[in-house]
Every structure is written in structure tokens, then in C-alpha cells.
């Protein structure tokens, strides 16, 4: 029988639990899920302190000090997307950050906006 | 209690709008090529755990022994507005990544299907499943160098589309081309919406 090494550090096993290492192992973020477009934003003046705060929960804060997207924060942070909504959620339970959820377009998009959109792209 | 002072400090009064447009197709259909021709593209990875919904599952050849496994999108970004973006996702090709799809599908205004005409076949899963779900979609057809030119009504057929489904040709790698498609898919969802019974009555008054 493998050793719990040989079991977790294996070439499949590297970069895959790697990431999830930075969320103490949780895979799961707590909470109503988070959209890929959700955004967030840094509520000013909250202070952070440093107890249960990771050099990732801080930088993410720093990213999302005008609003970002789910999307953009786990790309700019180079991160999994789900390790990135886990590190959010956090900060969202600590109230350091505000989630607007996106109203589905899919269910009644606004045709004002559609329209703005696609002049929008054909200006590009 | 500094309850006002902290939502003033919340940012832009009036909320961002964000607007998520999948691109769709077959591997290599040119998903990665269209984002590109667009907007710069950002790498996106997930891993994502493989207990609940990949579980649901048949086809886990080869990665059934893994709890997690990685799957890389196409991201991309167009500010219209400083309160409107538009978020590009390319789909992952490959069909054991379909768990990704309802994700990436939930909220999105629409999709690109990118069709090769040297591999029709390859866009069919993407078509069922926009048309299951009821959500927008346009065919682009992506003119390969080389590959036969078929017309769009050809396509159409081979495709069994709706007859409102828009069929249009493109060449993902130009700029113009990837641009015409997403205005193609934003008029055809405007279409959708204005033909929707019952909407003219919910809508905000103008």
C-alpha cells in the first residue's frame, strides 16, 4: 500500500491539490454560490487585521478595491477559480467585501441595454 | 453607526452591468481565435472537484481516478461603458468537461456556436444544448482556409436548425469578423426578448 506520500505527491496528484492547500483543503466556499460575474468590491475602510488572512486574502483585497469580477480577480490572481471563490466568501463572511450578484439577463434582459451593448460593439 | 458612510463608499451609484456571451463549438472550432480577435484573452483555469456533479457522469475515461481535474477557459473582457462590460467564455472542447457548461451557461445572455464545415458534427452538441436550455444562439460559420465554402442555408439544414436561428460566415481570426458575431448575437437576443408575449407590459416604461 502506497504511503500517504506517495498517494498526494504524485504527478497527477501535484497540481492539483496544491491549490486547494491555500483554502485549508475546503473545496467548497461557504455561502450562496458565487456567479462568474459576480462582483465584488472592497468595503472601504474595513479593517482587515491579519488573524486567519492569507497573503491571497489580502492581495484580493487589493484587487477589488473598484469593482471586479469573479472572473477577473482569479485571473489576476492566478489562481483556480475555486479557490478564488473559497478566499472570497471569506472575506465576504468577514464583511471586508460586498457581492453584487448579476441580474440574470438571461431571464428578462433590459432591450435598453442590449441595444447599448450592440452599438457598444460595433464601435470596437 | 456609519452606516451611510460605508455605502457611499460601496463604489459607482449606479450598479455595473455585467453581460456573459459563451463562445461555443467543437475542439478547434476556433473559440480561442474568435475571444482573441476581440479582446485580449485571460487564462482562466479551474479545478474543480470531481465528487458531486462530476460523479454524475458516464464518461470519466481516464480521469476517473483523480478528485479533482483542471479545465482551462478563454476569458475576455469588453468594457463598453465604465458600468457596462461584456465577459466572453470560451466552452472547454472537450466533452467530459460538460459539468462546466451549466456554470458557465447560468445568467449568460447568449452564445456563438463556431461551426467547421470540415467537422459539422463537432458544433451538434453545443446547438442541443443552447436550444434545450432556450437560450440564444447564432451558428457562426468559421471559413478555414481551405475548406470547402458551404452556404449558410447548407449549414442550416445539415444543423436541422430553427428557421430563426441566425447563420452567419466569419473568419474568427479578424477583428471585424469576431465582432459581427457578437452584434449578430446580441440583435438576435434583442429580437427574442422583443418577441417575447407579455414583455412590453413588464418592461420599465421608457
Not at chain 1, 497540481?15 to 462582483?39: E, M
Not at chain 2, 457596462?84 to 451557461?105: H, I, N, S
Not at chain 2, 456556436?113 to 463537432?122: G, M
Not at chain 2, 442555408?153 to 473568419?171: F, G, S, T, Y
Request: net charge neutral; charged share 25%.
Amino acid at each position: 500500500m502506497p504511503s500517504p506520500q506517495d498517494r498526494w505527491l504524485d504527478a497527477d496528484a501535484g497540481p492539483v491539490v496544491r491549490p486547494y492547500a491555500l483554502t485549508g483543503g475546503r473545496t467548497r466556499p461557504t455561502g450562496a454560490s458565487l456567479d462568474l460575474i459576480a462582483l465584488v468590491t472592497a468595503v472601504r475602510g474595513a479593517a482587515p487585521g491579519s488573524a486567519g488572512l492569507d497573503p491571497e486574502h489580502l492581495e484580493l483585497l487589493r484587487l477589488c478595491r473598484l469593482p471586479a469580477s469573479v472572473a477577473d480577480l482569479a485571473a489576476d490572481l492566478d489562481l483556480p477559480l475555486g479557490v478564488v471563490r473559497i478566499l472570497i466568501a471569506d472575506l465576504r463572511d468577514r464583511s471586508l467585501v460586498r457581492i453584487h450578484h448579476p441580474v440574470s439577463p438571461a431571464r428578462r434582459p433590459d432591450p435598453r441595454i442590449l441595444r447599448e451593448v450592440a452599438d457598444g460593439l460595433r464601435r470596437l | 453607526m456609519a452606516y451611510a458612510d460605508s455605502d457611499a463608499a460601496a463604489g459607482p451609484a449606479i450598479a455595473p452591468v455585467a453581460i456573459k456571451i459563451l463562445i461555443a463549438g467543437g475542439f478547434g472550432a476556433g473559440k480561442t481565435t474568435l475571444v482573441g480577435s476581440v479582446t485580449e484573452i485571460r487564462p482562466l483555469r479551474t479545478e474543480e472537484p470531481l465528487s458531486e456533479p462530476g460523479a454524475r457522469l458516464d464518461r470519466l475515461d481516464g480521469v476517473e481516478r483523480k478528485a479533482t481535474t483542471t479545465v482551462a477557459l478563454d476569458f475576455g473582457r469588453i468594457t463598453i461603458t465604465d458600468n457596462l462590460v461584456v465577459y466572453l467564455f470560451g466552452t472547454p472542447g472537450q466533452e467530459r468537461f460538460w459539468f462546466m457548461w451549466d456554470e458557465l451557461a447560468r445568467g449568460a445572455l447568449g452564445a456563438v456556436v463556431l461551426a467547421d464545415t470540415r467537422r459539422l458534427a463537432d458544433c451538434f452538441p453545443s446547438v442541443d444544448y443552447f436550444e434545450q436550455r432556450g437560450m440564444p444562439f447564432i451558428v457562426a460559420v468559421n471559413c478555414f482556409d481551405g475548406a470547402r465554402r458551404y452556404r449558410g442555408q447548407d449549414v442550416r439544414r445539415a444543423l436541422d436548425l430553427n428557421p430563426e436561428v441566425p447563420v452567419i460566415m466569419c473568419d474568427a481570426r479578424r477583428h471585424a469578423s469576431g465582432r459581427d458575431a457578437l452584434v449578430a448575437l446580441v440583435e438576435h437576443a434583442l429580437e427574442l426578448i422583443s418577441g417575447q408575449p407579455g414583455y412590453a407590459a413588464a418592461a420599465p416604461a421608457p
